[in-house]
């Protein structure tokens, strides 16, 4: 599927604002926010637009089904990616599972111990 988004020609400029409200409603059944998904889920939809264009091959298909399903990917790749990014925790953070014990608690002297590279020779 082409990847590379090219401003819309009139024919498909016209299909996508004719069919714009099922950003929404994708939006509304999968319980995302507009303000964190929008942009997420809207190229994926204009991409759709252009291959249901330019790839006669998917006119068997409806074009609702391809924009969906199109939406749908592109959440699972965003989500995919967040959970690749370094999770930042703050060390007043209770650490699961302890007695309210913080990752500041876990900072002392005795185990600085365990860092190899603040071992003198």
């Known amino acids: 599927m082409k990847t590379q988004l090219r401003p819309l020609s009139p024919a498909e400029r016209e299909v996508a604002e004719r069919n714009a409200y099922m ?20 190229f994926r939809y204009l ?4 291959n249901w264009f330019t790839r006669p091959e998917l006119y068997k298909y409806e074009f609702c089904t391809l924009a969906w399903q199109g939406m749908r990917s592109a959440v699972d790749n965003e989500r995919r990616k967040q959970s690749r990014r370094i999770q930042t925790i703050s060390l007043d953070e209770v650490i699961p599972g302890t ?8 900072v002392t002297e005795d185990n600085l111990d365990y860092t190899p590279y603040l071992e003198v020779s």
């Open 99 to 106: 007695e309210g014990l913080t990752w500041a608690d876990m």
């Open 23 to 42: 950003i929404s409603r994708f939006l509304a059944a999968n319980r995302l926010p507009a303000d964190g998904w929008w942009d997420v889920v809207v």
């Open 47 to 50: 991409l759709t637009v252009q």
